[in-house]
């Protein structure tokens, strides 16, 4: 099952009428001009999606900045947006994919099996020199039936032991992981045991993937092998959807922690580790250290 579409294999199906739902997904840590972009200009057809009403619940200390919505609510908006049954379905946004690999997991766990993500987003769209439109789109409701649980996950409790008999990747940017600076979150540091694993170092300048054979050569590097069991977390589960997109690029199969570092850390019974090392202890109280401005795409 591909991961990605490319800009002109999009635009060809476009010019040839074949059934495509876009969902553009643009959303950045920080800001709330997703929509306002969206409407002065997306690619045609496209309909909005709102990642932090329509791809999550409520923040709760308990369950993370961006809980999983039920699967009842999760097919309803996906209902909103025109899915059908047996619909192939393309998501962009314009930050590398960072926010757009969320509908794509989302959809690939609810039983979707033709979801990809636009490989390059808007921004290879508009390189590409093709037409843009402005104004919001409104789908006929769709049909579709969602499952769950086609992908896999894990718990908080199973994110504590999972680097004894596997690999726990931070997606997040590598001053967060080292407890340097933390923008939203409670504690700065890192899950302990995890390996710093950044999403921006999956792209390339232009925001497109890097090549397969590249990305399977950067988790290789981390201690990869095709027995490795894999889990990956970042602030919210957003971008760590980003992580397990290129992981699959490569090769590999990941199981995303929903609840990411934002769960674990208001947890005061966890530890939290700083620095470059795995399990290099930290402190467990509310961190001192500096706040970002929260213009990162991560979350």
């Known amino acids: 099952m591909a991961t990605l579409m490319t800009v002109p294999e999009l635009h060809q199906r476009l010019e040839t ?29 496209a309909v909005f999606v709102d990642l932090p009403t329509e791809l999550a619940e409520h923040a709760e200390a308990g369950r993370g900045r961006h809980p999983l919505p039920s699967p009842e609510r999760f097919q309803e908006a996906a209902r909103q947006w025109g899915i059908n049954d047996g619909d192939t379905v393309v998501a962009y946004d314009d930050s590398g994919s960072m926010a757009a690999a969320r509908a794509w997991w989302m959809l690939r766990n609810a039983g979707v099996e033709s979801v990809y993500l636009l490989d390059g987003g808007l921004a290879a769209w508009r390189a590409a020199g093709y037409p843009l ?42 001053e967060r992981y080292r407890g340097e600076v933390e923008p939203i979150d409670p504690r700065a540091g890192h899950i302990p045991g995890a390996l710093s694993a950044p999403t921006t170092q999956n792209v390339s300048s232009d925001g497109t993937f890097l090549p397969a054979g590249e990305l399977r050569r950067r988790f290789v590097a981390l201690g990869l092998d095709e027995n490795s069991n894999v889990a990956v977390y970042c602030g919210s589960g957003v971008t760590a959807s980003h992580e397990i997109a290129a992981l699959e690029i490569a090769g590999f199969k990941a199981a995303l922690y929903p609840g990411s570092f934002s769960q674990w850390s208001n947890n005061a019974a966890n530890d939290v580790a700083v620095g470059d090392a795995p399990f290099e202890a930290g402190a467990g109280g509310p961190s001192s250290m500096s706040r970002a401005d929260g213009s990162s795409v991560e979350a």
């Open 133 to 174: 439109e402005a104004g919001e789109v409104t789908a006929v409701v769709g049909n579709v039936s969602l499952s769950d649980g086609r992908m896999p996950s894990i718990t908080e409790q199973e994110a504590s032991q999972w680097s004894r008999e596997g690999v726990l990747l931070d997606a997040r940017a590598g």
């Open 17 to 45: 009428g074949e059934r495509t739902v876009l969902l553009d997904v643009r959303w950045v840590l920080g800001r709330d001009d997703g929509h306002g972009n969206y409407l002065a200009a997306h690619v045609p057809g």
